[in-house]
């Protein structure tokens, strides 16, 4: 079966020579491991940084070993007492078709809850990050105003709905005026602002006639510039990422500087990872399927067909042109 692997460490925006496919064979299976085959595979923005030999908070991928991402796969075989053939499970998987894995690394899942790409999305990792940021750092309360940057991406877009269900005035920035059509007209946010307009900055402040009491920062750089000189007093600023510099080399990403406006606004400037909210996941996971089966939040996948597009479809991931969560369907089509 196929198997991709970091290849090289990439200086800048990673490419196909970043990664090589390899043929390999799965080893015997131990007490308590599954056997899966591969459904549904997450790419995610966090995986750049993972190729990266630096510190962060999570190890780096290591040269000639598979890329790991969050995964569902379905039950072939199994020595634990856990799974049943025929289960659907989701965990950390190598990329690669078929894979044994200790059964204390997965978790059932149910497509009668919800379809299964789902669980890598809204009531998955990526609604996980936006509720948590958003409810414990950003704290929105009825009629503030929160801006949400990458509005119409995985995170963003249950950022924006997570905050309307709050009574919140939701601003989504975007890259195209397809984005801002589904912020406005399918997720509901009340204004949808085009960041690659030479307007850009004069739209956010007219967009935000009482200031910004919410910042969802999902991209940094220059959208973020526009940003500071709107702070109300006690904003608060989730950092959840900032994929504007994800590929810079050795070209410096510079702007204004934040500290004075956080000064000036007494505002709340906090970076997490969602591990970070690991045991209350339950709680999260319990609350965002609540709203789902209520009809309160909208999710939408961008499926990709075959193993063969998993590289393809990370690439994508930083030409800014997916709506929602990107999935591949390892199965194809």
């Known amino acids: 079966m196929k198997q991709i692997n970091l290849k090289t460490r990439p200086v800048g925006l990673p490419s196909k020579d970043t990664f090589e496919i390899k043929d390999v064979k799965l080893k015997g299976m131990q007490s308590g491991d599954v056997h899966i085959q591969l459904v549904y595979l997450s790419v995610d923005p966090y995986l750049r940084g993972r190729m990266n030999d630096t510190k962060s908070y999570i190890p780096p991928f290591k040269l000639n070993e598979p890329i790991v991402s969050t995964g569902i796969g379905k039950v072939v075989k199994s020595k634990s007492d856990d799974f049943l053939e025929g289960d659907f499970v ?166 204004p500087r934040v500290q004075s406006y956080l000064i000036k606004s007494s505002a709340k400037m906090q970076g997490f990872t969602v591990g970070d909210y690991a045991d209350q996941f339950a709680e999260g996971k319990k609350q965002l399927v609540q709203w789902l089966e209520e009809g309160k939040l909208i999710h939408k996948e961008t499926l990709v067909h075959g193993f063969d597009q998993t590289i393809p479809a990370f690439l994508s991931l930083f030409d800014g042109k997916n709506i929602g969560k990107i999935v591949v369907d390892v199965r194809g089509k």
């Open 90 to 255: 989701i965990g950390s998987v190598p990329w690669q078709e078929e894979a044994i894995l200790p059964g204390e690394t997965l978790q059932k899942i149910d497509p009668a809850v919800a379809k299964l790409p789902a669980y890598l999305g809204i009531i998955g990792m990526t609604g996980l990050t936006a509720y948590f940021g958003l409810l414990d750092i950003g704290q929105p309360e009825p009629d503030e105003t929160v801006v949400v940057s990458a509005g119409a991406g995985a995170v963003g877009s249950a950022v924006g709905q997570i905050a309307q269900i709050k009574g919140a005035r939701v601003v989504g920035i975007a890259g195209s005026e397809e984005k801002i059509h589904y912020m406005v007209n399918e997720l509901g946010f009340d204004v949808g602002i085009n960041y690659k307009t030479k307007e850009f900055s004069h739209n956010l402040a007219k967009a935000c006639p009482n200031g910004i009491d919410v910042y969802f920062e999902n991209v940094g750089g220059k959208v973020s510039d526009a940003v500071w000189p709107l702070l109300n007093k006690f904003a608060r600023i989730p950092v959840c990422g900032t994929i504007s510099s994800y590929n810079k080399t050795a070209e410096e990403d510079m702007g």
